[in-house]
């Protein structure tokens, strides 16, 4: 009698009936390592937004100025153009989880810094400017490093969802952040919230000290410069990448600077102080947590260039209801529903990037993906100035409303983008 021997199994096969196991949180229950880069990735990310917020007040306070706000965010914004691609080199050649112990530690003595100069009343414009920039570039390296490490510690098939989840988390923070920060302010000042921060940071390093040393010993042996050259041109030879690297600039130029003017709309627009603002930033975290949530939730999304398309488009329009509500109630409503389509559009963008590149060059893509969100000052800068010359809802509408006519420009000029599953 002939004996049949059973085929091994699918390892792919496996991992995905693992993943459908595990639910809408499978990669956080799955995967130790993935669980702590998510932890220390939350804590940072909270730290971050309540300099972010703590900042933007101190500086409305000492300046009385809506350009020296949008400045404030230009300094924070303009470190990841001048080292998000050299970051990317530097992650494709060193070991991924020292280079985010470096940044995270480089974070916290900034924020250290920033926060006794407010506490002894010493603090000034120029110092938060410096501040920020500085802050900007260990961000810059950091958040490039922590894309590249999540699919170090989960498999292919379940790239969506842990992106999805580690995404759900950051907007987690744009509540948690925000919702700290504001009530802290209006208790005890921004050099108080600024101390809180350094703490969030504190136990975010001491949660990355846990992560394994990169597994991967492949380095990349090509001179510094020619590995820079090599990324951007593995970019510029794909329109897929192309795409989706503009898909991904569009907004963060013309329509994210809403964001940094945030205080603007607190205070003078619609009246309801530091403790208001928080709760500006927390709806639109609110609304984003709920878009990432929504994708981590599915196995699969067909048609996910139309997707990111369509998404980003509405988007748009979102923000403009949102730059001329003066009434409160309306305003939150707008935060939220652009915080769920702005996060579901990003998430599926991120994954169709980690799915269209290899290891060798995930540092550099990465990098470049970095870059788009430097692009932010661009737009920042400019839109304070706007504001103060034609008022800010003109500026954040005028913004948004580029946005979607570009993302629309860009489905026509670009098909393959709309081919994509």
Not at 129 to 157: D, I, M, S, Y
Not at 202 to 229: C, E, G, K, W, Y
Not at 373 to 385: C, K, S, Y
């Amino acid at each position: 009698m002939a004996r049949h021997r059973l085929a091994a199994p699918d390892p792919r096969a496996r991992a995905s009936a693992r993943l459908g196991e595990g639910g809408l949180f499978a990669a956080l229950i799955l995967y130790r390592d993935y669980r702590l880069l998510w932890v220390s990735s939350v804590l940072t990310q909270i730290a971050q937004w309540m300099l972010q917020v703590s900042l933007g007040w101190l500086m409305l306070e000492l300046t009385n100025s809506p350009f020296w706000v949008g400045l404030n965010g230009f300094a924070s914004g303009l470190p990841f153009l001048i080292v998000s691609i050299p970051a990317g080199a530097l992650i494709d050649r060193l070991d991924r989880r020292n280079l985010l112990v470096a940044c995270q530690a480089s974070a916290l003595g900034i924020g250290l810094a920033l926060a006794i100069l407010t506490t002894l009343g010493l603090a000034r414009p120029w110092h938060l400017l410096v501040g920020a920039f500085l802050n900007g570039a260990a961000l810059a390296v950091n958040n490039a490093t922590r894309q590249t490490l999540v699919p170090t510690f989960v498999p292919r098939e379940g790239l969506q969802n842990a992106i999805a989840l580690l995404s759900a988390g950051m907007n987690v923070t744009r509540i948690v952040g925000p919702s700290l920060a504001g009530p802290l302010i209006a208790a005890i000042g921004s050099g108080g919230a600024l101390f809180a921060q350094v703490g969030c940071l504190a136990i975010a390093l001491v949660n990355t000290l846990q992560l394994p040393s990169r597994q991967d010993t492949t380095r990349v042996r090509l001179p510094f410069l020619r590995n820079l050259a090599e990324g951007i041109d593995y970019v510029r030879r794909s329109s897929v990448l192309v795409g989706l690297m503009l898909l991904a600039t569009i907004p963060t130029i013309l329509v994210f600077p809403y964001i940094q003017l945030l205080p603007v709309y607190a205070r003078d627009i619609l009246g309801v102080g530091a403790s208001g603002l928080g709760l500006l930033y927390t709806a639109g975290g609110l609304g984003a947590l709920t878009g990432s949530l929504f994708i981590a939730g599915f196995r699969r999304i067909e048609h996910k260039g139309r997707f990111i398309l369509v998404t980003t488009f509405v988007y748009g329009l979102i923000i403009i209801v949102f730059a001329y509500s003066t009434w409160l109630p309306l305003s939150l409503v707008m935060l939220v529903l652009g915080g769920v389509l702005g996060s579901s559009y990003m998430s599926i963008n991120n994954t169709l990037l980690h799915l269209n590149v290899t290891d060798e060059v995930r540092g550099r893509v990465m990098g470049i993906y970095m870059l788009t969100w430097g692009f932010m000052p661009l737009g920042a800068l400019p839109m304070g100035f706007l504001g103060e010359q034609i008022g800010v809802p003109h500026a954040v509408a005028l913004g948004a409303a580029l946005s979607s006519l570009a993302i629309l420009a860009l489905a026509v000029r670009i098909p393959a983008l709309r081919a994509l599953c």
